[in-house]
């Protein structure tokens, strides 16, 4: 397993942007699949997005398509979450995940202990 800290969450506006960053540690890092997901409080955590290790990516949520995008180094062993145009609705806390085998909703491995984005109105 690697382990993954996440960062770059915060507060902004309506509308701004945030980039989110998940740093892998682990000598085989560069081949696990990552990934985002969210969790706001009532609610169930849902999948936001992943890439595979070969940079393919995936997004089954559909309040974020053309808002937010996926994509890593792997010379930083880091995937990244760039999300624009934020809305308050995406107001969460948002977790990193990595998976040797799974790409997608399911993925489980390994996770990073969260970060909080507020999004004010």
């Known amino acids: 397993q690697v382990q993954l800290v996440d960062a770059g969450g915060g507060l902004v506006q309506a509308g701004g942007s945030l980039r989110l960053s998940c740093a892998a540690s682990?000598?085989?890092?560069?081949?696990?699949?990552m990934g985002w997901f969210r969790q706001s409080p009532g609610k169930e955590r849902e999948f936001v997005a992943a890439i595979h290790w070969n940079g393919r990516t995936t997004n089954d949520l559909e309040s974020v398509r053309g808002r937010f995008t996926i994509s890593r180094d792997n010379a930083k062993y880091t995937a990244y979450l760039q999300m624009n145009r934020l809305k308050p609705e995406d107001t969460a806390v948002y977790y990193c995940v990595a998976d040797r085998n799974v790409f997608g909703p399911t993925m489980r491995d390994s996770w990073g202990q969260g970060t909080q984005v507020t999004v004010s109105s």
């Open positions: 682990g000598r085989t890092a560069n081949i696990y699949h």
